[in-house]
């Protein structure tokens, strides 16, 4: 078992100052269900984090930092669930325990709770702002909905709008599913008209395996003959989506328009960090911390089995870089089945997220990403403008020069 130098990266850790608290209800939602976790430690449901645990975090992790710049991350369930004098408190807290550091904050939201003050707190104290938004109208309301069914694109539209209209920095995360799939080119050029030049698509892949405790999604833990769930978006479609996408791309709007994946994908073929951890050769780098403090190994792994300890009993810097933690993130590497070891893009894809390796190699070997073919697809398909893109950026030209191959040829 391959295991990192303690230290080797910056310790990360994304906060959830409600839990799995949300405003929606949204029908793909991985993270709704963990309220059931702490159904028995909390009945009331509030899940809200305490102002003495929300001092220690901020102050053990500005001084568990290797770095002269440290990034918070707020996530949720809904974020927005607490009060804006809650954030208030957070800078304040921050400013008494930086010491010179650099401090950056983002946070991620569906959006449909932003007012002017939120946006005036975040423009003013320079937070980046995530917004939970899967394209037009038809496609973001098929999921994206609050508990009483009501579709929520045009709260989340009202939202942005107040971003837009208070200058505060904000990207999207759109959530690839089923539905939308099918539709890249819309999807795309919807995000171009509302101005958002920094998109992240995340696919949706999810198994469905009802537990004792309420939870119906599967853990990683719990074998491979599991049902997926009806939302989920198949190999091929993943493939399609990011093959048309790439190509209208790459023909009108690089060093424009910002895809993450893209990016990222980029950044393996010249031998740099990717962006995203799903794309990297190894994880566990990047834990989550629930709002009793109980840290897990990953937003995507908040389950029982994957519980580090709680900030009040360990350290962040002993949870987040102990044996068991530098072991679940060599697995990523290590645990590769033959077929992605021997396959020519394994330099680009390194498996993908562990979460979805649930299937069969041709062999019959176990450890394959469900996305498998997609990848494959798409890393096929870009390789020449990757190829390309890497001798400009090695030239020390700019890697936008790849527009110029479709503007000749057309």
Not at 114 to 127: G, I, M, Q, S, V
Not at 320 to 330: I, P, V
Not at 374 to 395: I, S
Request: aromatic share 14%.
């Amino acid at each position: 078992m391959t295991t990192f130098a303690p230290f080797a990266r910056p310790l990360y850790v994304m906060a959830k100052p409600v839990g799995s608290v949300c405003n929606l209800a949204c029908t793909y939602c991985y993270y709704l269900e963990k309220s059931h976790l702490y159904r028995q430690e909390e009945p009331s449901g509030r899940f809200t984090m305490s102002d003495e645990l929300l001092e220690r975090f901020i102050k053990e992790y500005i001084e568990s930092q290797t770095m002269p710049q440290v990034l918070f991350t707020w996530h949720g369930g809904e974020t927005l669930m607490r009060p804006l004098a809650f954030y208030k408190r957070v800078v304040e807290l921050q400013r008494k325990y930086a010491r010179g550091r650099t401090i950056d904050n983002s946070l991620q939201t569906n959006g449909t709770l932003l007012t002017d003050e939120w946006c005036r707190f975040f423009k003013e104290n320079n937070w980046l702002v995530g917004v939970s938004i899967d394209g037009p109208q038809e496609f973001h309301d098929e999921y994206r909905r609050n508990k009483q069914g009501m579709p929520s694109f045009q709260k989340v539209m009202r939202g942005i709008a107040l971003l837009n209209k208070h200058g505060v920095e904000w990207n999207a995360l759109a959530v690839v599913n089923d539905f939308n799939a099918d539709y890249p080119l819309d999807f795309y050029h919807f995000f171009k008209e509302i101005g958002c030049r920094y998109i992240q698509f995340t696919p949706i892949v999810e198994r469905i395996l009802p537990h004792a405790d309420g939870r119906h999604l599967a853990s990683p833990a719990d074998g491979e003959e599991i049902p997926l769930a009806e939302f989920s978006v198949t190999p091929a479609q993943w493939g399609e989506f990011l093959c048309t996408l790439f190509d209208e791309w790459v023909r009108h709007d690089v060093g424009e328009y910002f895809i993450q994946l893209f990016d990222s994908t980029l950044a393996n073929w010249v031998g740099q960090q990717p962006g995203v951890c799903t794309l990297a050769k190894t994880c566990g780098h990047a834990g989550v911390m629930e709002y009793n403090g109980d840290v897990y190994a990953c937003d995507h792994f908040v389950f029982p089995e994957y519980k580090l300890g709680n900030i009040r009993t360990h350290t962040l810097t002993e949870m987040m870089y102990s044996q068991r933690q530098q072991q679940f993130g060599a697995m990523k590497r290590d645990s590769l089945p033959t077929q992605c070891r021997e396959c020519e893009f394994l330099f680009a894809c390194n498996g993908e997220c562990p979460k979805n390796r649930f299937c069969h190699t041709a062999t019959g070997e176990p450890g394959l990403n469900y996305l498998c073919e997609g990848y494959h697809r798409f890393f096929a398909h870009v390789a020449p403008y990757m190829d390309f893109m890497k001798r400009e950026l090695l030239a020390q030209r700019p890697p936008a020069n790849v527009m110029k191959l479709f503007k000749e040829k057309d």
